[in-house]
């Protein structure tokens, strides 16, 4: 599966943005969604990537980290193959490189690591 993940750019404390991530799959009904984020790191220090939300399959599910709870949306389309994040009420600290990924067996959380990835799109927030 290939994940090309889009939408990122400028945008002032408040705002919104919305990602979108295209999947290369016919199969892709039958796999778990998550957006991931990533901080810039400074020197050689190791960032992990951290969870900020995912939804099942059919979209029966959603689920959210706390930090974004109540003002970013993930939603998906099976028919275009399309995962968004719909991103309200931006925050500096929101500033990351953000990834979707795709799982056919675990629904993305703070602890899996998800079998495939996007290669990001950047967010950035002035505050």
């Known amino acids: 599966v290939q994940l090309q993940a889009s939408g990122g750019g400028l945008v002032q404390a408040g705002g919104s943005l919305r990602l979108s991530c295209l999947a290369s799959?016919?199969?892709?009904?039958?796999?778990?969604m998550g957006w991931f984020r990533q901080t810039p790191g400074t020197g050689r220090e190791f960032v992990a990537r951290?969870?900020?939300?995912?939804?099942?399959?059919?979209?029966?599910?959603?689920r959210y980290a706390d930090s974004v709870e109540g003002r970013f949306i993930i939603s998906k389309d099976n028919a275009k193959k399309m995962v968004y994040l719909q991103m309200d009420s931006l925050k500096p600290e929101d500033t990351a490189v953000y990834y979707c990924?795709?799982?056919?067996?675990?629904?993305?959380?703070?602890?899996?690591?998800?079998?495939?990835w996007g290669q990001g799109t950047l967010v950035t927030v002035s505050s």
């Open positions: 990924a795709a799982d056919p067996s675990d629904i993305p959380s703070s602890s899996s690591v998800p079998d495939y």
């Open positions: 799959t016919h199969t892709f009904g039958e796999y778990h």
């Open positions: 951290e969870f900020v939300a995912a939804i099942t399959r059919n979209s029966e599910r959603t």
